[in-house]
């Protein structure tokens, strides 16, 4: 390794195709010496390794994880890099996929396969999908050609490909008017005031041409009196009660630590019960005009389009409240804030609004029509049916979805938008509905006693773990060929002069800052860290200013 003309002389015969027949005895011997070299002159943490997902053989995985992990090395992610983790959930959830095994596709009384050709992707458990059918499940497939699952379906919806997101917004602007607004159900509405954040309160921005925008949830900290939290009152979200009253309802972080009995969704605020409200329409200070973007107008040669401005104001009831800092700000919920994202019309005057579904507006059937392809009536059709399999049975309608949607680009956009949908309508977390994503298999039913043996958490913890994606984004140099820009991505609402950059330098920031995981972390080989900091006369007992 350290003699340039060996060196050269196989890095420049790689890329051939064609490979030296060896045994494993040599090979191991190899790899164990090449390990070993490395760890000594770069460090352990030099030493990395890649495997797909352990489900597919959970002993395997841990022998190579486990041996990584005893030598200090580096286990890259697997869910994540081949884009099968849908990136919806951990931004929803803070969780990976947290779905229910196919059997509760049984329990269901509505199914939505989106995107997920079920015959074909999970074919052990398809019979599971043709059985419910006979006890009257109706299932529809959205997909863009006509494949397997389309045969097992009572209907099918071939939206054009990529424009998922589009479909589900318009169906969520149905979902909300018929059970929402027009004739709420108090399934839904007591689901959303009870397992979601609509009830929270979103301080509003200035804008120069004096309308506003969302801003950061409010919270306790920011109240003259913090609502009496005395614990981590800046982590405590804020809502008001029935009777108009400001509260911190349990379930927000800050009561994870300090506060036994609280980190719940009970509807409880400082010991009482209390009923959350969802909307400040009937207890407004005011009315104002705040900014949503919209990309529905980005013109591209492969997507139809429907021009409208780039920032779409929507009028929202607001409410006046005196801050901490002595400063008057507005808040708004974030349930209002959904159903304005929506285009849904509050009585309020709201020129972007859609009267009816017919208009062609953000984000009626009729606009989805337009990008998607998807008749409009078909749209409103499954919308409602959708819904109302899950007002009458509690939450049992559900959407099966995969790789089909997920690996799209933005797919988080298009799995949100069918998140939505299932939120809106109670049935995340109820047997027989919610969201059903799968690619391959990912659930470990022994996970709790094979992480100690998978990552030698019996011999040190932490492990070294690092994301594939940064990590071979920034070492293979993928990012130099990266022709993509942060402005590209940029809401128009955003602040443009604060993204300059290219996209890896993003990245690193995360890294810096601890949001993201680095392997390797330092310029020097760890090993020699102690051996320095001695021969420069520093112990572990020395004071930051001394070095």
């Known amino acids: 390794m350290q003699d340039p003309a060996k060196t050269r002389s196989y890095k420049t015969a790689r890329g051939k195709g064609g490979f030296v027949r060896s045994s494993w005895k040599e090979l191991n011997q190899l790899i164990a010496a090449a390990n070993v070299w490395t760890i000594k002159h770069y460090g352990p943490d030099r030493v990395a390794g890649f495997s797909p997902i352990p489900a597919m053989s959970m002993v395997s995985y841990a022998a190579g994880t486990r041996y990584l992990s005893l030598i200090g090395g580096t286990c890259l992610s697997f869910y994540d890099w081949y884009c099968d983790l849908p990136p919806a959930s951990p931004m929803t959830w803070g969780e990976q996929t947290d779905v229910p095994e196919s059997a509760d596709w049984y329990n269901s009384s509505y199914i939505i396969a989106w995107g997920s050709n079920v015959p074909q992707t999970r074919t052990p458990d398809a019979h599971f999908f043709t059985e419910v059918r006979y006890k009257g499940t109706k299932t529809i497939a959205i997909t863009p050609d006509y494949s397997e699952v389309a045969k097992l379906c009572d ?273 995340v977390g109820q047997s027989g509905g919610g969201w059903s994503h799968y690619v391959g298999q990912e659930k470990l039913r022994p996970q709790t006693g094979w992480l100690p043996l998978a990552f030698a958490l019996d011999w040190s913890r932490p492990p070294r773990q690092m994301n594939s994606t940064s990590y071979f984004y920034n070492h293979a140099s993928q990012w130099r060929y990266e022709k993509l820009t942060a402005q590209e991505l940029l809401s128009p609402l955003a602040d443009a002069s604060k993204f300059s950059g290219s996209l890896i330098d993003f990245n690193v920031r995360a890294e810096r800052m601890g949001w993201l995981p680095s392997a390797p972390q330092l310029n020097v080989n760890p090993l020699t860290i102690k051996q320095q900091a001695e021969a420069a006369g520093l112990s572990p007992r020395s004071s930051p200013s001394s070095r």
């Open 155 to 427: 209907q099918w919806l071939a939206p054009k490909q990529g424009t998922d997101s589009a479909l589900a917004m318009a169906m969520g602007h149905v979902i909300l008017k018929a059970f929402h607004l027009d004739n709420p159900s108090d399934y839904f509405l007591n689901y959303c005031r009870t397992y979601t954040d609509m009830p929270m309160l979103v301080i509003l921005e200035p804008r120069d041409d004096g309308s506003y925008t969302p801003g950061r949830m409010l919270r306790a900290s920011d109240l003259l009196d913090g609502l009496g939290e005395s614990n981590n009152p800046e982590w405590k979200t804020v809502a008001y009660n029935s009777g108009g009253e400001l509260v911190a309802p349990n379930g927000s972080i800050g009561f994870r630590w300090g506060e036994k009995g609280k980190w719940n969704l009970e509807q409880r605020a400082d010991g009482k019960d209390v009923e959350l409200k969802l909307s400040l329409l009937d207890i407004r200070d005011s009315v104002v005009s705040v900014g949503f973007p919209y990309f529905g107008g980005n013109e591209n040669p492969h997507f139809r389009s429907v021009a409208q401005s780039p920032v779409t104001l929507h009028p929202l009831p607001a409410k006046q409240l005196t801050l901490a800092s002595g400063e008057s700000g507005l808040v708004v919920s974030v349930y209002d804030l959904i159903l304005a994202n929506y285009g849904l019309d509050r009585g309020l005057d709201d020129v972007n609004a859609a009267k009816d579904f017919a208009e062609v507006k953000a984000y009626t059937p009729a606009w989805a029509e337009q990008i998607t392809g998807v008749p409009r009536q078909h749209i409103e059709q499954i919308a409602r049916e959708f819904a109302d399999t899950a007002h009458k049975t509690h939450g049992r309608s559900m959407i099966i979805l995969g790789a089909g949607v997920n690996h799209w680009y933005h797919m988080d956009m298009n799995y949100r938008g069918m998140i939505n949908l299932l939120v809106f309508c109670g049935c």
